[in-house]
């Protein structure tokens, strides 16, 4: 069983859609990453939080520390959101990641 | 600006060669990284670095090396000793400060071997 759970593996919505993508860990850690990852390659951090809720733009992520489970809303979905989305967790100085999510929002 | 590169963005070997992508950094991070990424799985850890002249091996080190001899820069080589070597590989630096476990990734390199 991986460290760092996500779900669903692929998801397909329409343009305005609210999304969910949930993540689950089973180890300690110091604070939870979301990623984007567009198809070039690059990633890019979108928050990285420890406790609560942070919002950004039409982004929203959550933690839930107890229950060592995180997700990541998308309001108001749009096809430039496409993207693979990757959880990771910090533990020391290092990340262990999620296998990503593949988003696609089609028009 | 400040960022990570990453050169170059594709990267074609022969089976037997050993070959060297790059990673430049002026964040003035002090702690690098190299991942690797396979189709269908999460990053893995190949080796970082905390600090210059010292490195330690990541989760996936055999076939691989690496130096970290000036702070923004941090090389990593591919072996012919790798057995697979084709896949995605992607650089990152953070500082070491309490508060900073943000990571920064480069674009990335994509390895061919044939």
């Known amino acids: 069983k991986n460290e760092v759970e996500q779900s669903p593996q692929n998801l397909t919505a329409q343009e305005g859609e609210f999304i969910t993508i949930n993540c689950s860990y089973s180890?300690?850690?110091?604070?939870l990453h979301w990623l984007q990852q567009h198809p070039g390659g690059g990633i890019v951090s979108l928050f990285m939080l420890s406790s609560g809720k942070k919002k950004h733009g039409r982004l929203i992520a959550t933690i839930n520390i107890q229950e060592k489970h995180s997700s990541l809303h998308i309001t108001a979905s749009h096809p430039r959101d496409s993207a693979v989305y990757i959880c990771a967790v910090s533990s020391g100085s290092r990340l262990t990641f999620g296998e990503g999510t593949q988003l696609t929002v089609n028009p | 600006d400040g960022g990570i590169t990453q050169s170059p963005k594709y990267l074609f070997r022969k089976e037997g060669q050993n070959v060297t992508l790059s990673c430049e950094q002026n964040l003035n991070h002090d702690a690098m990284y190299w991942y690797r990424q396979d189709p269908g799985q999460g990053l893995r850890l190949i080796y970082y670095s905390q600090i210059v002249n010292d490195f330690q091996k990541g989760d996936i080190a055999e076939g691989y090396s690496v130096s970290r001899e000036k702070k923004e820069s941090f090389p990593l080589t591919v072996t012919s000793a790798q057995k697979n070597p084709t896949a995605f590989y992607l650089c990152a630096s953070r500082t070491t400060g309490l508060s900073s476990y943000e990571q920064y990734f480069g674009p990335g390199t994509r390895l061919t071997v044939t």
């Open positions: 180890v300690g850690i110091s604070a």
